[in-house]
Every structure is written in C-alpha cells, then in structure tokens.
C-alpha cells in the first residue's frame, strides 16, 4: 500500500536550517508529482512546495520562496525540503503528499522555530 513517511523535523533557532526527508513506498515515486505542506495550530494547511514527477519544474506557497528548496530522489525513493534561514512562523507540523485523486499523506513532522 501507499506509505509515505516524514523525519528531519525538530526544534531549530531563527535564522536556522533542516532538510526534512519523505520516503515513499508502495508506488513508483517517478510517476507522481509531490508536495510539502504544512499546518500551524488552529491554522488551515497550506502548500508549501511542489514538485513534478521529473523533477523539472517545482513552485513555492507564500513566505517560503527564496528558502527553501525542494528536490527529489526517484531512484532514492525520497523527496526532500531544505529550508533554510528559518523564521518563527514557520512552525507547524509539516506533511509529505502525493499528487492524484486520492491523494495521499504522510503523518507529519514537527517543525519548530523558537530561541
């Protein structure tokens, strides 16, 4: 079955750096855009990068352009989110998902930028 998980998440100083990881399994991860979206407490989830099955063509939701970047491994199995120069309103709980009707999501990773 479609599993996809998350990791690299954890509590990070502003200005800071993570890469979080999202391994796939149970599909060929070549064959399907993907997607990074996060939620922020008594917040609506929002896109925060995709990225096309090839990994040619990627886009960036609100506030994260220019910090982050979003790369993908089909061989590897994995998608990746680096994010650098880390801001406070960027914690939440961030989620890995598969384009297509359904979509799928992972659990999620934790996310929090705070001094």
């Known amino acids: 079955q479609v599993q996809l998980k998350e990791s690299g998440g954890g509590l990070v100083q502003p200005g800071g750096s993570l890469t979080l990881s999202c391994t796939a399994s149970?599909?060929?991860?070549?064959?399907?855009?993907m997607a990074w979206y996060r939620q922020a407490p008594e917040k609506e989830r929002q896109l925060v990068a995709f990225?096309?099955?090839?990994?040619?063509?990627?886009n960036y939701g609100d506030g994260v352009k220019g910090r982050f970047t979003v790369s993908r491994n089909n061989y590897g199995n994995t998608v990746y989110l680096e994010m650098k120069n880390l801001k406070p309103e960027d914690t939440a709980t961030y989620y890995c998902?598969?384009?297509?009707?359904?979509?799928?999501w992972g659990q999620g990773t934790q996310v929090t930028v705070s001094s």
């Open positions: 990225i096309a099955s090839t990994g040619y063509m990627t």
């Open positions: 149970g599909f060929a991860l070549k064959d399907y855009g």
């Open positions: 998902s598969r384009s297509g009707n359904p979509r799928y």
